[in-house]
């Protein structure tokens, strides 16, 4: 199997991106592109600016193969992988990134393709949420309205299934009604024994399923496959038989041909399902759990892909509308940039989480730190993600933060502030992390635990909590408002005593506390931590006051930062301090950008975009909110780096300092969060 090397093509992608009414120019090129997207071990873009340029890859970087080829009146073209039997590519015409599905377009002699990606990440329905199934869809019509004779070639390699390609592996022929199915597994099926960042799966099973009838579906090494097609001979008539063997050897690939006879007048579409059955997916303090689309024992692969086939067409009518409806909100909020930037971000920050069924039958959401530390369920990772999940199932940011719950219930975590994460994915059994983050993680639950109360209209989930949470309070109202040497959720730049956006988070925690007493009768402990909260407000303008703007810390003056924790003041009407400082803050950000974004403070030119999108969110004006999502748009658009969305990059020349596919970037949504909850009645947080 060819492997290109890491020169990627820089030329932009040509096309019109029109969806959801909203008209997008030709010039959109994402630095990597969703494909299969499900969660963090199956997640695989494509990283080249053509999906013929290269091998679709994990968000890792490592190949996880699909190869496509169209033969037209007997002349075969490669549209997608970079498989040598077919050297010339077919002509990629357009490329459309919706929230939910990746559209390429070709262009043949004779003959339109189009090639939809589709992961139906509904965030309203955990039962198809949690599903591991995504489709592809093939269309093909006649482009000069003469008759012309088309196949369809597919196929995905058994990397999907290993961490490393030299792990061997075995496969075999599934039994699901109406589908012929194909599946590849590693021969040893350790089970959860594989742990930590940069890793793929090495157990369960990778499916490819196709509706039976409609295919020629063989398991055979990719040559053998490949240049059948190529050669316009039939394909192998069994499956190979020479297991287990290496991934790497000879590269066993489940393929499929289309034969869509001759095509003419109207479209001809097929589809398959692309699946993931990873049979345990989390441990939790010691119990193995399954996904939540496996919660009943009578529930198995062969039932979900036969699912996943009966529902193709709805599915993918509601994926449609969805994508419609997030667009048209997007653009109400910002500019085609910005509906853009939500786009790009939604099946990323979804599939950076595995939704498991708990012990008790709860939802657990557990995020993955990807090119981080590979910690699982992070709370400084859920709380720049919850903008998203907010939106559209706050059932889901209760999943994020149950296992820091249960945690600090159990009495397994002794200390008097929130743990940071619950382990090192996918073993959630206790902090990893090796350093504590007390203001910070105790001010993020409490914002938190307020945001759930906004989003469901009452206090009940805090209610269930509120011992820890009254405990969490009480460390904030001793240590949060000048914060000591601790690190903060921006660890990467190190240690910071009296942090002056650690404290806004602190004050606005111990506001939400009020609140949220307050949301259950407790009107004098409302009152007492709102007056708190408003007391601290006034001393921090006095403390922090640096001429035109704010400092980085209460003790250096002549620095600055981006105060991104105050955007809560107003998404949650807290109301806490006074507006003038938002103002005065970004007006002063408008002088320090750079061409690739706002710097994160004063000490480095680097930045994280999700924090610049909590800024810009508090800007009044539409012209101030855009001038500070530009140049977070044009890294997404311009920068070097061939990854999924990084979070953490370099405002003067846009390259990737670290981090990619992380979930942080459901932040992205922050201001489309702020307009729906000022628009709308929000009587019970008041």
């Known amino acids: 199997m060819l492997r290109l090397d890491g020169r990627w093509l820089q030329a932009a992608i040509l096309g019109v991106l029109c969806a959801g009414g909203i008209s997008l120019a030709d010039d959109f090129r994402p630095p990597a592109v969703p494909l299969v ?5 199956t997640s695989c873009w494509s990283t080249s600016s053509t999906l013929a340029g290269d091998w679709p890859r994990h968000w890792t970087g490592a190949v996880h193969a699909m190869c496509g080829m169209i033969r037209v009146d007997g002349k075969p073209l490669r549209f997608m992988g970079a498989a040598p039997e077919v050297p010339q590519a077919a002509t990629q015409t357009g490329l459309d990134v919706q929230a939910t599905q990746s559209v390429y377009r070709f262009s043949t002699v004779g003959v339109n393709l189009a090639v939809i990606f589709t992961t139906p990440l509904l965030l309203g329905d955990l039962d198809l949420l949690s599903r591991p199934a995504g489709y592809i869809t093939f269309e093909v019509a006649s482009a000069d309205g003469k008759p012309h004779a088309v196949e369809l070639y597919f196929d995905a390699t058994a990397e999907w299934a290993v961490n490393q390609p ?4 075995v496969w075999r022929r599934a039994a699901v009604a109406g589908l012929e199915a194909m ?13 930590g960042d940069n890793v793929r799966i090495d157990w369960g099973q990778f499916y490819i399923a196709v509706a039976a009838g409609t295919t020629k579906c063989v398991i055979a090494a990719d040559k053998v496959a490949r240049e059948a097609f190529a050669s316009d001979l039939p394909a192998p008539t069994v499956d190979d038989v020479q297991m287990p063997r290496a991934a ?3 590269w066993p690939v489940l393929s499929a041909r289309f034969d869509l006879g001759t095509v003419e007048g109207r479209p001809v579409r097929r589809h398959l399902i692309v699946a993931y059955d990873d049979d345990y997916a989390v441990e939790y303090f010691g119990t193995k759990l399954r996904a939540w689309w496996r919660r009943d024992p009578g529930m198995t692969a062969e039932k979900m892909l036969a699912a996943a086939e009966k529902d193709y067409d709805e599915v993918l009518r509601r994926c449609d509308a969805f994508d419609k409806q997030l667009a048209e909100s997007a653009a109400r909020s910002g500019s085609q940039e910005y509906v853009r930037l939500c786009r790009l971000a939604y099946r990323q920050a979804i599939a950076a989480h595995k939704l498991v069924a708990a012990p008790d ?16 369920g992070t709370v400084d990772v859920t709380y720049p993600s919850a903008p998203l999940f907010l939106l559209y199932n706050p059932v889901l940011v209760k999943g994020m933060m149950e296992p820091i719950f249960h945690y600090s219930e159990s009495g397994r975590w002794k200390k008097p502030f929130a743990a940071h994460d619950v382990g090192t994915y996918p073993l959630a059994n206790g902090q990893t992390y090796p350093e504590d983050m007390p203001v910070e993680e105790c001010g993020n639950m409490l914002i938190l635990a307020a945001a759930v109360a906004r989003a469901e209209g009452n206090a009940d989930y805090a209610r269930r909590h509120w011992q820890p949470l009254t405990e969490w309070a009480e460390y904030l109202r001793r240590e949060g408002f000048d914060p000591g040497n601790q690190l903060c959720t921006d660890d990467f730049a190190g240690h910071l005593a009296h942090n002056a956006n650690l404290s806004i988070k602190a004050i606005l925690g111990l506001a939400c506390y009020g609140r949220l007493a307050g949301m259950q009768g407790q009107k004098d402990t409302e009152r007492e931590y709102l007056e708190l909260a408003k007391g601290l407000a006034t001393r921090w303008s006095e403390a922090a006051a640096d001429g035109d703007h704010t400092s980085l810390t209460f003790d250096r003056k002549g620095t600055w930062s981006q105060k991104y924790n105050l955007v809560w003041d107003t998404v949650l009407q807290l109301n806490i301090f006074p507006p003038e400082i938002a103002r005065r803050e970004i007006a002063y950000y408008l002088t320090k950008q750079n061409d690739f974004g706002l710097p994160l403070d004063s000490r480095k030119s680097y930045t994280k975009s999700d924090w610049i999108i909590w800024t810009a969110s508090m800007a009044r ?8 999502i530009h140049p977070v748009y044009r890294f997404v658009n311009e920068g070097a780096d061939r990854v999924p969305l990084s979070d953490w990059h370099e405002t003067t020349n846009g390259k990737v300092v670290g981090f990619r596919a992380r979930s942080v970037v459901g932040g992205y949504y922050m201001k489309v969060l702020a307009d729906q909850w000022s628009a709308q009645p929000a009587a019970a947080i008041r």
């Open 166 to 169: 030299k792990q061997q592996v």
């Open 37 to 41: 997207t499900i969660d963090p071990y």
């Open 183 to 195: 599946q590849v597994g590693s021969r040893e099926q350790r089970t959860l024994a594989t742990k």
């Open 361 to 376: 039958g709860q939802p657990l959401f557990f995020s993955k730190e990807n090119f981080s530390n590979g910690s699982i």
């Open 621 to 628: 004006s539409p012209e101030d909110f855009q001038t500070l």
């Open 248 to 250: 790497n050897d000879r």
